[in-house]
């Protein structure tokens, strides 16, 4: 998911116009964190915005797998792990409602993208 964002927000032939985040290999104010911290070191945190989603599966129990992902759910680089997110970088509200804001204000056809299990 980490390397999908930045791949995201370096492509030219992608306009990157929003990021969700829900429970995942973490808690869901984990995944938010992470999402956060990876638009601010791909230098995109003053025009796009990550927004939360669903804190628990719609299915299935909860479950984290921090002998994977690390505590933090994105562990692995010091340089990282010490970079805090910009504060503009959050957005406020659900994320379906951004969604939907997002794709009626778009002149142009927009794709959803999941990533992750």
Request: overall charge negative.
């Amino acid at each position: 998911d980490a390397i999908a964002l930045l791949l995201a927000a370096h492509s030219p032939q992608v306009e990157l116009l929003g990021v969700s985040t829900v429970h995942g290999n973490q808690s869901s104010d984990k995944t938010f964190r992470n999402a956060c911290r990876m638009l601010t070191v791909a230098g995109v945190a003053g025009r796009v915005k990550a927004y939360r989603g669903a804190d628990k599966p719609l299915a299935r129990e909860a479950r984290h797998d921090p002998e994977i992902h690390g505590e933090s759910g994105l562990e692995g680089s010091p340089t990282l792990d010490a970079f805090p997110p910009a504060p503009e970088v959050a957005g406020q509200g659900k994320a379906v409602t951004a969604m939907a804001a997002a794709i009626q204000a778009s002149s142009e056809p927009v794709a959803l993208v999941a990533t992750g299990a």
